[in-house]
């Protein structure tokens, strides 16, 4: 279902109300989230409507979608020191029910496999919320990328790369990399969001919904799950 809101801020509460809720719904839930300038006070207003309501987080766990790599995870630039500050830490969540994936790994197939074991653990994902890349990415996974892909390495687009390296001050020639949840593993989802605001979202939107489903748009493969929920202020859907 698409759902359009005339402001950012109803928007972002819109979305927040929605995680809010799931934990409301169910207090052990598993919830991926992601990180980037749609999502910041989405979160922030997640731990206030659980305080305002009285919600029990006491057993929710989060994990991150993706990570950046070559980084330390304490780097402001990384997805854990993000969602750290917007909901994790204000939230009081502990260490065991805050899961990432490495920033850096002597073997990173083998982490790729133990993270997905730890989602399985906790009985598999329950909602999954997505940002949107202007290029149709979901979390790092690229246009190309298979849909029957899993949690892999990952390479970065040129825009996020450069917003990524201002914020850690990174020079430009130090490594760096991403780690994501694959495209299989987010389609295998019980719920699905996703979640985009502003202008600069508006064409993506357009050929994520209306253009052919192909994993040269691989935010368009959501498709594949008609009970995926879509978040977007007027600005982003001006183009439906």
Request: net charge neutral; proline share 7%; charged share 25%.
């Amino acid at each position: 279902m698409i759902h359009i809101f005339p402001s950012e801020a109803l928007f972002d509460r819109a979305s927040a109300l929605r995680i809010a809720g799931q934990i409301a719904e169910k207090p052990d839930s598993l919830i991926g989230l992601s990180t980037g300038r749609t999502t910041g006070a989405m979160h922030r207003l997640v731990v206030q409507i659980c305080r305002e309501q009285a919600i029990d987080t006491s057993r929710i766990c989060f994990f991150g979608v993706d990570e950046v790599v070559g980084i330390p995870p304490d780097n402001p630039a990384a997805c854990a020191a993000m969602l750290r500050t917007e909901i994790i830490g204000p939230m009081g969540i502990p260490d065991r029910r805050f899961l990432m994936l490495p920033t850096c790994s002597d073997d990173f197939p083998a982490a790729c496999r133990a993270f997905r074991a730890a989602l399985d653990r906790r009985g598999g994902i329950d909602l999954l919320v997505l940002g949107l890349g202007e290029n149709g990415h979901l979390g790092f996974n690229q246009p190309g990328t298979p849909a029957d892909s899993r949690t892999q390495l990952a390479a970065i687009d040129p825009d996020s790369e450069t917003r990524i390296r201002a914020r850690a001050m990174l020079p430009p020639d130090a490594p760096l990399g991403g780690i994501t949840l694959g495209l299989a593993d987010i389609l295998e989802a019980r719920s699905l969001m996703l979640v985009a605001k502003g202008s600069g979202k508006a064409e993506i939107v357009r050929k994520m919904l209306l253009g052919r489903v192909t994993e040269a748009v691989p935010a368009s493969l959501l498709r594949h799950r008609p009970d995926c929920d879509y978040y977007f202020d007027t600005q982003a859907a001006a183009k439906l």
